[in-house]
């Protein structure tokens, strides 16, 4: 079954920077679109980054734009994020999963991994 194993989360003070890792199996990964979503306390998941099934084409939310780089390798069927310029703000569990198009017309990614906590205060 779909498997997706987040990791590389922890503290980090403002203006610090973190790689978080994803990886995926259960599936046939090269062909699938990926995103990562974040779920701070009290708040809605929210898509904060996607990546085409090549890696040739990314976009990030406007709140991340320009501090958050996504990025895949195929060969190791692994996601990536790296987070640059942390703000407070970006306090949340981050998720991977398949990007909203083919989350909304399969069940095969109707579960979530168990997120990697970050937390950005000094």
């Known amino acids: 079954q779909v498997q997706l194993v987040e990791s590389g989360g922890g503290w980090v003070q403002p203006g610090g920077s973190l790689r978080l890792s994803c990886a995926a199996s259960g599936f046939n990964f090269g062909t699938y679109a990926m995103s990562w979503y974040r779920q701070a306390p009290g708040k809605e998941r929210e898509l904060v980054a996607a990546i085409t099934s090549t890696g040739g084409s990314t976009n990030v939310a406007h709140s991340v734009k320009g501090r958050f780089t996504m990025s895949r390798d195929n060969a190791k069927n692994t996601l990536y994020l790296r987070m640059n310029s942390l703000k407070p703000e970006d306090t949340a569990v981050y998720y991977c999963?398949?990007?909203?198009?083919?989350?909304?017309?399969?069940?095969?990614?109707?579960?979530w991994g168990q997120g990697t906590q970050v937390t950005v205060s000094s």
């Open positions: 999963n398949a990007d909203p198009i083919t989350r909304a017309t399969t069940t095969l990614f109707d579960s």
